[in-house]
């Protein structure tokens, strides 16, 4: 009847312990490309919007920013979601991901405007790290 108990308790509490296994999705490397996705604020969107704070954007260019960050939040949250992907290729797509956005974010910002975004991004990450 002991061994009974003791084997139902060591399965209970085993299969707790495999429901509480989350994802790890921090990323470690130099690059500071990947290195923004190990702030969590940064990842959760929580001071996105700040960021631009500060640029003088036109309303066009408000607009067009907002559609891109939003295109970016979505394809962010399928790679995120994709179960079928290993933690590499999921940290590749998320790079590749951000690149492709910065790219499009430059594209929209004037020169001043980007080196000050880029100025921006890089102090708000060094106060969070």
């Not at 190990?38 to 990842?43: L, R």
């Not at 690149?99 to 880029?118: G, M, P, R, S």
């Amino acid at each position: 009847m002991n061994k009974l108990i003791i084997l139902i308790s060591i399965l209970f509490f085993s299969t707790n312990s495999f429901a509480q296994i989350q994802r790890n999705s921090t990323v470690t490397s130099n690059s500071n490309d990947s290195s923004v996705l190990n702030n969590k604020n940064w990842k959760e969107g929580k001071g996105r919007k700040q960021m631009f704070q500060g640029l003088d954007l036109t309303k066009e260019q408000s607009g067009q920013l907002k559609t891109i960050r939003q295109d970016a939040k979505a394809k962010r949250e399928a790679i995120e979601n994709d179960g079928s992907i290993s933690d590499i290729e999921q940290k590749e797509r998320l790079r590749a991901l951000r690149k492709e956005t910065d790219d499009a974010i430059q594209k929209i910002l004037t020169k001043e405007q980007w080196e000050k975004f880029i100025e921006q991004r890089e102090k708000k990450f060094n106060k969070a790290e």
